[in-house]
């Protein structure tokens, strides 16, 4: 069965300073991978995707994501983060070829301070 | 911008009621989704359904029941909530015939059963 691992529960950085969300996953063939943000009291939005090609893919809001199959991992960054992006980030991986039936993983929660 | 909404957004209701949690999309998706995010919890798939007339269970067991009887229109019910099924519901669409990329999110709905 597919799981998604993100050790880190909650994350507080300084605005301006860099940032890298980690997550791994155990999947059994190449996975879908996605990052979902999630801000109080809201839904989720998609930050950015990984189906195949490139390792590396830009998202929104200045966020990218590497995947390293030989790691199982698809860590998320971003050079200089903003007040605005204080919330709760999910990763995930979808079933087989789709974006069907996530699984996710337990959340990280960051904190910017000013 | 997703076209993805859930009514209402907040319930508070007395133990053995028994609710319906509305979820609608009006981009013509064939697929759609529940899970349900415990708070600083992750979220698990509880029910989705590939198209009208058909609903499977998730991973997660649950208590609730779903429908499809329109290709928009996804309810999801409790015949007689208890204080355990205190938690955020969180629904989904996704389109295959799209190449199913992308799960688009609604607001939720958090449900309070006292």
């Known amino acids: 069965a597919q799981s998604v691992t993100q050790p880190d529960i909650h994350i507080t950085v300084s605005e301006g300073a860099s940032l890298e969300l980690r997550c791994n996953y155990s999947?059994?063939?190449?996975?879908?991978l996605f990052w979902y943000v999630q801000s109080p009291g809201q839904g989720l939005q998609l930050l950015l995707k990984?189906?195949?090609?490139?390792?590396l893919v830009q998202g929104i809001k200045g966020f990218e994501a590497e995947f390293k199959r030989s790691q199982s991992s698809f860590n998320l960054r971003k050079p200089s983060v903003h007040w605005s992006d204080a919330a709760e980030y999910f990763c995930?991986?979808?079933?087989?070829?789709?974006?069907?039936?996530?699984?996710f993983g337990t959340g990280t929660r960051l904190q910017v301070t000013l | 911008e997703a076209d993805i909404y859930q009514t209402p957004r907040y319930l508070v209701i007395g133990t053995g009621k028994k609710i319906t949690l509305e979820c609608s999309q009006t981009?013509?998706?064939?697929?759609m989704y529940w899970y349900q995010q415990d708070p600083g919890m992750e979220l698990h798939l509880i029910h989705y359904?590939?198209?009208?007339?058909?609903?499977e269970k998730g991973d997660l067991s649950s208590e609730s029941t779903v429908s499809r009887i329109r290709t928009e229109h996804f309810p999801l019910t409790l015949e007689s909530a208890r204080p355990s099924h205190t938690s955020q519901y969180l629904c989904?669409?996704?389109?295959?015939?799209?190449?199913?990329?992308?799960?688009?999110f609604g607001q939720g709905t958090r449900l309070t059963v006292v």
């Open positions: 989904a669409s996704s389109e295959p015939r799209a190449g199913d990329t992308e799960a688009f």
């Open positions: 999947y059994g063939a190449t996975p879908y």
């Open positions: 990984y189906f195949s090609g490139d390792t």
């Open positions: 995930a991986v979808g079933a087989p070829g789709t974006a069907s039936k996530l699984t």
């Open positions: 981009m013509g998706h064939d697929k």
């Open positions: 359904s590939y198209g009208v007339n058909s609903t």
